[in-house]
């Protein structure tokens, strides 16, 4: 490719509303353009990389087993009413409506599509197992779109499903997936690494993410250094002790604390009792019904845990007016201890199990209650683990201190169970004779995600560090004079021929540019090798050899196609 010929529209700052780096050099490189907030076009660079990420992907899925197949982005509505989910992924879903007022939905995943699918083509055990995928738009009504591709409103997924006639069969199948993704990242260059997660509105029973790790990601993640063990912030346990017990006291009293309604005024004088003996009561609408939480004074409640504890689709923190009715008092002295309505569940943080000794809210603006003993007073429905881990608490396999770190999700695996197959009627017909639905798994790749999450990790403050295995283009060649007559173009052009000739990816920089200009725009790509051609070295028969992240060498004019091709071979993720 002649540089020219194509469209490469470098800028040397970013726009304002680009925050992080991967953002910014995705705009400064050239590589993509946005038509509106989370909208973006792909320039024929950053369409390269692209493909060759979405090629890395398919190559492996293959590898693994798995058929490729494209499904429709407009979906019928129908089929996510008998799912469920057109209700409980509603805050996402892009809504249409054609001429004949009928509503769409256009695709953010194609659980519904494919278990249709295998509905109406899969009948028998002998069919089984099988596992589909595809690499196509997604859309995703985000309200705040942000940080590039990493959030988009659409954006390319690899999604892939998988069929088996047994739980152990579909256990092998998540076990393919899993280390084909350990494969696709590894030859994408990216250090990714997977952690168990949530599985959240899509349901299932057993998942893993495969995180990058980066400041700017937006996920948290728990992990262990000496054991390995590594989790979603949304789903990490630790082995942290449970409250301290102590002589169980009297029964409760009350006491008055005027103007008191945090943990940390409780804690501070006169009434000095520490966070770690009180016990916060929170209220919470879960799936339209109120309901109770007890966590320790100093510990946060995790609401994607509460939510798959209770198997709640839909939870938010009740507002102080629906909080008053019920229970009589504003938030700040509020306790389970007296006046809960019956119907009203109280769900409590195992931390507290055994808890006595406690102070707690008495229901009543202005007071709160002490020597309460959790099991004695408290009428707890279910003890779950409630509480978000922080860093320095015992790993819950081996006791060493977790660490939390910031991560990019770029990968998810689900085991799903029947859950689709069962709504969605998907049966087939088992060896022993007998109907059953085949238990799925399905696996996720936000392909524009990894490819900016590529660069997060790959940069530096000329541009972007590219691994070779999807650099747009793998060798810049860059005549410092281009005339056709110059010595400097015709030894490029004959570089260029050779060096294609054996399957390289190159670009000719054919601009009637300053040499700064030239060589600050590879740097900006993030070639990962530029080939100089200047009139100062070519009069001693030299080219200079520059990799991307390594020191400029000189070498004679014709051992110069050998010594880039030596250079590939060489690199790592090639
Ligand atoms: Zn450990």
Same mark, same amino acid.
């Given at each position: 490719?002649?540089?020219?010929?194509?469209?490469?529209?470098?800028?040397?700052?970013?726009?304002?509303?680009?925050?992080?780096?991967?953002?910014?050099?995705?705009?400064?490189?050239?590589?993509?353009?946005?038509?509106?907030?989370?909208?973006?076009?792909?320039?024929?660079?950053?369409?390269?990389?692209?493909?060759?990420?979405?090629?890395?992907?398919?190559?492996?899925?293959?590898?693994?087993?798995?058929?490729?197949?494209?499904?429709?982005?407009?979906?019928?509505?129908?089929?996510?009413?008998?799912?469920?989910?057109?209700?409980?992924?509603?805050?996402?879903?892009?809504?249409?409506?054609?001429?004949?007022?009928?509503?769409? +939905?256009?695709?953010?995943?194609?659980?519904?599509?494919?278990?249709?699918?295998?509905?109406?083509?899969?009948?028998?055990?002998?069919?089984?197992? @099988?596992?589909? &995928?595809?690499?196509?738009?997604? +859309?995703?009504?985000?309200?705040?779109?942000?940080?590039? %591709?990493?959030?988009?409103?659409?954006?390319?997924?690899?999604?892939? $499903?998988?069929?088996?006639?047994?739980?152990?069969?579909?256990?092998?199948? $998540?076990? @393919?997936? &899993?280390?084909?993704?350990?494969?696709? +990242?590894?030859?994408?260059?990216?250090?990714? /690494?997977?952690?168990?997660?949530?599985?959240?509105?899509?349901?299932?029973? $057993?998942?893993?993410?495969?995180?990058?790790?980066?400041?700017?990601?937006?996920?948290?993640?728990?992990?262990?250094?000496?054991?390995? &063990?590594?989790?979603?912030?949304?789903?990490?346990?630790?082995?942290?002790?449970?409250?301290?017990?102590?002589?169980?006291?009297?029964?409760?009293?009350?006491?008055?604390?005027?103007?008191?309604?945090?943990?940390?005024?409780?804690?501070?004088?006169?009434?000095?009792?520490?966070?770690?003996?009180?016990?916060?009561?929170?209220?919470?609408?879960?799936?339209?019904?109120?309901?109770?939480? %007890?966590?320790?004074?100093?510990?946060?409640?995790?609401?994607?845990? /509460?939510?798959?504890?209770?198997?709640? !689709?839909?939870?938010?923190?009740?507002?102080?007016?629906?909080?008053?009715?019920?229970? #009589?008092?504003?938030?700040?002295?509020? #306790?389970?201890? !007296?006046?809960?309505?019956?119907?009203?569940?109280?769900?409590?943080?195992?931390?507290?199990?055994?808890?006595?000794?406690?102070?707690?809210?008495?229901?009543?603006?202005?007071?709160?209650?002490?020597?309460?003993?959790?099991?004695?007073?408290?009428?707890?429905?279910?003890? /779950?683990?409630?509480?978000?881990?922080?860093?320095?608490?015992?790993?819950?396999?081996?006791?060493?201190?977790?660490?939390?770190?910031?991560?990019?999700?770029?990968?998810?695996?689900?085991?799903?169970?029947?859950? $689709?197959?069962?709504?969605?009627?998907?049966?087939?017909?088992?060896?022993?004779?007998?109907? @059953?639905?085949?238990?799925?798994?399905?696996?996720?790749?936000?392909?524009?995600?990894?490819?900016?999450?590529?660069?997060?990790?790959?940069?530096?403050?000329?541009?972007?560090?590219?691994? %070779?295995?999807?650099?747009?283009?793998?060798?810049?060649?860059?005549?410092?004079?281009?005339?056709?007559?110059?010595?400097?173009?015709?030894?490029?052009?004959? /570089?260029?021929?050779?060096?294609?000739?054996?399957?390289?990816?190159?670009?000719?920089?054919?601009?009637?540019?300053?040499?700064?200009?030239?060589?600050?725009?590879?740097? %900006?790509?993030?070639?990962?090798?530029?080939?100089?051609?200047?009139?100062?070295?070519?009069?001693?028969?030299?080219?200079?050899?520059?990799?991307?992240?390594?020191?400029?060498?000189?070498? @004679?004019?014709?051992?110069?196609?050998?010594?880039?091709?030596?250079?590939?071979?060489?690199?790592?993720?090639?």
């Amino acid at each position: 490719m002649k540089w020219t010929q194509t469209l490469i529209p470098t800028l040397r700052e970013a726009p304002a509303d680009a925050e992080i780096i991967s953002h910014k050099l995705l705009l400064r490189a050239g590589l993509i353009r946005k038509l509106a907030g989370g909208v973006y076009t792909f320039l024929p660079l950053g369409l390269r990389a692209l493909r060759k990420v979405e090629q890395i992907v398919r190559e492996e899925m293959d590898r693994a087993g798995a058929v490729e197949v494209l499904m429709p982005a407009l979906q019928p509505t129908e089929i996510w009413e008998q799912s469920g989910r057109a209700e409980t992924a509603s805050n996402v879903l892009f809504k249409v409506k054609d001429s004949s007022g009928r509503q769409w +939905f256009l695709s953010p995943t194609a659980e519904e599509v494919i278990t249709t699918l295998a509905a109406n083509e899969i009948n028998s055990y002998r069919q089984l197992p @099988k596992n589909f &995928y595809q690499i196509s738009l997604k +859309f995703r009504d985000e309200i705040r779109p942000r940080f590039g %591709l990493m959030r988009a409103k659409e954006f390319i997924m690899k999604d892939a $499903y998988s069929f088996d006639t047994t739980d152990e069969g579909a256990m092998a199948s $998540y076990k @393919k997936m &899993y280390d084909a993704y350990t494969r696709i +990242f590894a030859r994408c260059g990216l250090k990714a /690494f997977p952690v168990e997660a949530d599985t959240g509105v899509i349901g299932g029973n $057993y998942s893993h993410e495969f995180m990058v790790p980066a400041e700017t990601g937006e996920n948290d993640v728990a992990f262990c250094e000496a054991c390995g &063990y590594a989790a979603n912030i949304e789903k990490a346990t630790s082995g942290i002790p449970k409250t301290a017990a102590r002589e169980v006291g009297a029964a409760t009293e009350k006491f008055a604390t005027p103007g008191v309604v945090t943990i940390e005024a409780l804690s501070k004088e006169p009434y000095k009792v520490p966070a770690n003996r009180q016990i916060k009561t929170l209220v919470y609408i879960a799936d339209s019904k109120p309901v109770i939480i %007890l966590i320790r004074g100093d510990d946060q409640l995790n609401e994607t845990k /509460f939510a798959a504890k209770t198997g709640a !689709v839909a939870v938010r923190p009740a507002t102080p007016e629906e909080i008053l009715p019920l229970l #009589g008092a504003k938030p700040g002295s509020l #306790g389970a201890v !007296v006046s809960v309505p019956a119907d009203v569940k109280v769900y409590a943080d195992e931390r507290l199990q055994g808890a006595n000794d406690m102070t707690t809210g008495a229901n009543e603006d202005g007071f709160h209650l002490k020597n309460v003993s959790i099991e004695r007073d408290i009428k707890v429905t279910a003890w /779950f683990d409630l509480r978000t881990v922080s860093a320095g608490e015992p790993c819950v396999k081996c006791g060493k201190a977790l660490k939390i770190r910031r991560a990019i999700e770029v990968g998810h695996v689900f085991k799903l169970g029947t859950k $689709y197959s069962e709504a969605l009627n998907a049966t087939f017909l088992d060896v022993d004779g007998s109907r @059953k639905p085949p238990v799925m798994g399905c696996y996720g790749i936000g392909i524009t995600r990894t490819l900016q999450a590529i660069i997060e990790q790959g940069n530096d403050k000329d541009g972007v560090i590219w691994p %070779l295995s999807v650099a747009p283009y793998q060798v810049c060649i860059t005549p410092l004079a281009v005339t056709p007559e110059s010595q400097a173009m015709q030894l490029a052009e004959k /570089f260029y021929a050779e060096l294609t000739a054996r399957g390289v990816d190159v670009i000719l920089d054919d601009r009637d540019e300053r040499p700064g200009v030239k060589f600050k725009d590879a740097d %900006l790509v993030g070639f990962p090798i530029r080939i100089a051609l200047g009139e100062k070295s070519l009069a001693k028969g030299e080219v200079e050899i520059k990799p991307r992240n390594a020191a400029l060498q000189a070498v @004679k004019i014709e051992d110069a196609v050998g010594a880039v091709v030596k250079l590939l071979e060489a690199s790592p993720a090639n």
